[in-house]
């Protein structure tokens, strides 16, 4: 088969991804709203979005950020905490204000502080929202003592499973996974348990973070994993399966949080985010089943209506750029700054 020199897509989602707030989200959102017609936006700001009212207002924030004419739609989530409130969570989601609820176990990742201290304490709040239909969306990865190449897989065992077992009904994203055992527990609990897949994920593993010294820039949570997670990762992408969905988890953290003595967790991709999946489909000769991936299965699992319109990508050489520039910081380092990518979006 001779391989195609443009493809056409039904509109894309990022059902996860890091906006933050304002001169940062003023660079970076344009990205994500020139490639997806609606994002999962990430709640975990200083201080986290936990209420219908902030969710409000931190969208008003986003849409005023955009560019004249832009079509994208800000999906917000609610921040869960110890002490959230079924009702406040259950309003927000019927006023149209949440999309889903997510979970971070406390101290997991970046501005997790606030997080879930023991899964039993927001019982209440799963049992509202599986009456509801609302969904969960998961980092799947314990804290404390366990390896931290290990954390996701101990969490499929420690809280995922059980949870499952007491709420049958609830609705759950296992958010970006890393390995073998994450994609064999989400084809095994299909139809209740999506899962989100980054760029990032699909290109690097673990070796690409000490490649001829430390990277900070390939550095994120759950971290890359072994050459064999990649694979296992990458499979389930390309597979076209309705559970395996794009995320980018595009993270921007300032340059200089990033090159540090304890630098920041986060890889941001919105600026190629697209083109990387595109990379990758391309080379596994799976372009045929990256609509389902980017543009269908995510809708169907959250039970929303896929995008109208369509997005055109060519095979083009273009340079990611080296710096986003952020008013008053250090700036923003793209994930495969400076290095040339296959495909480009057509029409700027
Ligand atoms: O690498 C990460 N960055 N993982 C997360 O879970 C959070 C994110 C962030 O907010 O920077
Ligand atoms: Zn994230």
Redesign the pocket.
Known sequence: MIPPTEITLRRPDDWHC?LRDGAMMASVAPFTARRFARAII?P?LLPVQATPISARQYRGRILDALPEGAQFTPLMTCYLTDRTDPDDVARGFEEGVFTAVKFYPADA???SADGVTDIRKVYPVLERMQKIGMPLLI?GEVVGDVDIFDREAVFIDRVFTPLLGDFPGLKTVFEHITTSEAVDFVRASSGRVGATITAHHLMINRNAMFEGGIRPHRY??PVAKREAHRRAVRAAAVSGEPCFFLGT?S?P?EITAKVSARG????FTAPAALELYVQVFDEENALDRLEAFASLNGAAFYGLPVNEGALRLVRQEWTVPEKVEVAGTSGLHPFMAGRNLGWRLADG
């Open positions: 890091h990430m975990n990742t970046t501005n980092h994120c949570l988890d993270a953290h920041c967790a986060g890889i």
